[in-house]
T-cell receptor
Framework: DAKTTQPPSMDCAEGRAANLPCNHS???????VYWYRQIHSQGPQYIIH???NNETNEMASLIITEDRKSSTLILPHATLRDTAVYYC??????????????FGAGTQVVVTP | GAGVSQSPRYKVAKRGQDVALRCDPI?????LFWYQQALGQGPEFLTY????????KSGLPSDRFFAERPEGSVSTLKIQRTQQEDSAVYLC???????????FGPGTRLTVL
């Protein structure tokens, strides 16, 4: 699975958009980009995933560059409850492999009032 | 229940003791994963079940670690002769291919003294 690189931490003001970058320059053509987050003392929570098209759901938007070497997770209106570690993961669909996730260190996002 | 449950939530063991950690996935979920999360790090894959079959155990760190899922629902992760380096949070996740969303439990925090 491709390795991903994320900044270790970032701050965001409550009510503003949070843009979380991720580099995955060695991603292969059939690897998806997944985003999970982990709030303190809880298990990781799925946010969104995509292959090459931009994706949006009720939690966030995922923007993937045309060359697929990087992506950005956008939390449109950050709240204090969005404070968490955010993980960007490149991996295969379960139809191609077991779908096991290879987490890195993630980005610690702190939303401040 | 509505989500993945794990028990116990906290376990303190003396070095050399055997421990058993339980995971109750969401009913009907075919896939079940175990991950280990050391303090300050992202989760690391341990093993994967598809129904009752253990299809991947490449992440188990030693032969002291053993996992089972005999009826394709509840799973148990057993660690024999615990060592201090086994201290971590053990996370269980379930899913139903091919949606690729993994639903995590809250984890069991194991402390080996």
């Amino acid at each position: 699975d491709a390795k991903t690189t994320q900044p270790p931490s970032m701050d965001c003001a409550e009510g503003r958009a949070a843009n979380l970058p991720c580099n995955h320059s060695t991603i292969s053509g059939n690897e998806y980009v997944y985003w999970y987050r982990q709030i303190h003392s809880q298990g990781p929570q799925y946010i969104i995933h995509g292959l090459k098209n931009n994706e949006t759901n009720e939690m966030a938007s995922l923007i993937i560059t045309e060359d697929r070497k990087s992506s950005t997770l956008i939390l449109p209106h950050a709240t204090l409850r969005d404070t968490a570690v955010y993980y960007c993961i490149a991996g295969f669909m379960t139809t191609d492999s077991w779908g096991k996730l290879q987490f890195g260190a993630g980005t610690q996002v702190v939303v401040t009032p | 229940g509505a989500g993945v449950s794990q028990s116990p939530r906290y376990k303190v063991a003396k070095r050399g003791q055997d421990v058993a950690l339980r995971c109750d996935p969401i009913s009907g979920h075919v896939s079940l994963f175990w991950y280990q999360q050391a303090l300050g790090q992202g989760p690391e894959f341990l093993t994967y079940f598809q129904n009752e079959a253990q299809l991947d155990k490449s992440g188990l760190p030693s032969d002291r670690f053993f996992a089972e899922r005999p009826e394709g629902s509840v799973s148990t992760l057993k660690i024999q002769r615990t060592q201090q380096e086994d201290s971590a949070v053990y996370l269980c996740a379930g899913g139903d291919p091919p949606t690729d969303t993994q639903y995590f439990g809250p984890g069991t925090r194991l402390t080996v003294l």
